[in-house]
């Protein structure tokens, strides 16, 4: 950002073109390039323009010279030709030299923003904070934590995010029933399930998201209800649901061996347990891997803090 930041204050039309082989893993291309369309729109920043994905790029490894002819050979077969070229990095002027263009270094000390890309790659979660939470957002990887009513998942979501360090998410569905007093339509679930996945994304791109956000409830859950409340549900419920698959990197089922306790709105214990049954054969209709979740809130925790060290921490 700093690079394009300089350069967009001396240019009037900027080009960027982003390619790698191989490509980054979980950052491929296309990510990256939405990135910075994201970070740098159109409307506010119209002489940036995104170059299109050129063929077989030469791997990353291969001679500067190889590049060189491959980023001439292709900018001119674009009618591409800059007067300019900016980077921070050693091997700038030569490459800019085959262009025929003037080299401007920027920051190549790394004394403005002491950090390069291989260094963020390696430890991408120690190193946050020189990333916009936009970007950073896209390795917080998302744990759902499920259950039936009075199983524990909002006490449990909220001790997550506070010994993690993180971001946690309500359960939206409670506010939208409280809000309409239980009366709810397929619409409403519909309203429920898109909001709760907006809290998490919101959450993600939070300053305070570290590695992990932990939700309490998905879309399938929502589903569920819908069906069970109205014996319907809205075909975009039905897509958000299905998308729970990969939307989540863990996910966690409290058990039910906590005492029930009413506050107003849930049902009895005998209805917590047929609730249970339905989210678990859900969860294995969906063919999605899960940990069950027993004992008090702090071996709970403890429990998860397992899990996730077993993974070896990565998001």
Same mark, same amino acid.
């Given at each position: 950002?700093?690079?394009?930041? %300089?350069?967009?204050?001396?240019?009037?039309?900027?080009?960027?073109?982003? $390619?790698?082989?191989?490509?980054?893993?979980?950052?491929?291309?296309?990510?990256?390039?939405?990135?910075?369309?994201?970070?740098?729109?159109?409307?506010?920043?119209?002489?940036?323009?995104?170059?299109?994905?050129?063929?077989?790029?030469?791997?990353?490894? %291969?001679?500067?010279?190889?590049?060189?002819?491959?980023?001439?050979?292709?900018?001119?077969?674009?009618?591409?030709?800059?007067?300019?070229?900016? =980077?921070?990095?050693?091997?700038?002027?030569?490459?800019?030299?085959?262009?025929?263009? *003037?080299?401007?270094?920027?920051?190549?000390?790394?004394? %403005?923003?002491?950090?390069?890309?291989?260094?963020?790659?390696?430890?991408?979660?120690?190193?946050?904070?020189?990333?916009?939470?936009?970007? $950073? %957002?896209?390795?917080?990887?998302?744990?759902?934590?499920?259950?039936?009513?009075? =199983?524990?998942?909002?006490?449990?979501?909220? *001790?997550?995010?506070?010994?993690?360090?993180?971001?946690?998410?309500?359960?939206?569905?409670?506010?939208? $029933?409280?809000?309409?007093?239980?009366?709810?339509?397929?619409?409403?679930?519909?309203?429920?399930?898109?909001?709760?996945?907006?809290?998490?994304?919101?959450?993600?791109?939070?300053?305070?998201?570290?590695?992990?956000?932990?939700?309490?409830?998905?879309?399938?859950?929502?589903?569920?209800?819908?069906?069970?409340?109205?014996? *319907?549900?809205?075909?975009?419920?039905?897509?958000?649901?299905?998308?729970?698959?990969?939307? $989540?990197?863990?996910?966690?089922?409290?058990?039910?061996?906590?005492?029930?306790?009413? !506050?107003?709105?849930?049902?009895?214990?005998?209805?917590?347990?047929?609730?249970?049954?339905?989210?678990?054969? !859900?969860?294995?209709?969906?063919?999605?891997?899960?940990?069950?979740?027993?004992?008090?809130?702090?071996?709970?925790?403890?429990?998860?803090?397992?899990?996730?060290? *077993? =993974?070896?921490?990565?998001?």
């Amino acid at each position: 950002m700093l690079l394009l930041d %300089a350069a967009l204050e001396q240019c009037e039309r900027l080009s960027v073109w982003v $390619y790698s082989r191989p490509d980054f893993p979980g950052m491929p291309g296309p990510l990256r390039r939405g990135w910075i369309r994201a970070l740098y729109p159109a409307r506010l920043f119209p002489g940036l323009e995104l170059l299109p994905d050129a063929p077989q790029p030469p791997l990353n490894d %291969a001679p500067d010279a190889v590049h060189r002819e491959y980023v001439r050979g292709v900018l001119d077969g674009w009618g591409v030709r800059p007067d300019a070229v900016f =980077t921070s990095e050693e091997y700038g002027a030569a490459f800019a030299a085959s262009l025929g263009a *003037a080299h401007v270094c920027v920051d190549r000390v790394r004394a %403005a923003v002491p950090v390069s890309g291989t260094a963020l790659r390696a430890d991408v979660h120690a190193l946050r904070h020189f990333l916009d939470p936009l970007v $950073y %957002a896209h390795f917080v990887r998302r744990v759902v934590i499920l259950g039936a009513e009075s =199983t524990g998942k909002s006490t449990l979501t909220r *001790a997550l995010g506070e010994a993690f360090g993180t971001t946690w998410v309500r359960e939206y569905g409670r506010d939208v $029933y409280e809000r309409e007093d239980g009366a709810l339509t397929p619409t409403h679930f519909l309203e429920i399930a898109r909001g709760h996945r907006a809290l998490e994304d919101e959450a993600a791109q939070s300053p305070g998201a570290h590695k992990w956000v932990f939700s309490d409830t998905d879309a399938a859950t929502t589903l569920m209800w819908s069906h069970l409340l109205t014996g *319907a549900a809205h075909p975009d419920l039905r897509a958000l649901a299905d998308d729970c698959r990969a939307r $989540y990197a863990h996910t966690f089922l409290c058990d039910t061996d906590l005492p029930h306790e009413q !506050d107003g709105w849930r049902a009895n214990t005998e209805v917590r347990a047929v609730q249970q049954a339905f989210i678990r054969q !859900d969860l294995e209709a969906r063919g999605v891997p899960f940990t069950v979740l027993r004992g008090s809130v702090p071996e709970r925790v403890a429990q998860v803090q397992a899990t996730l060290s *077993a =993974t070896g921490g990565r998001a």
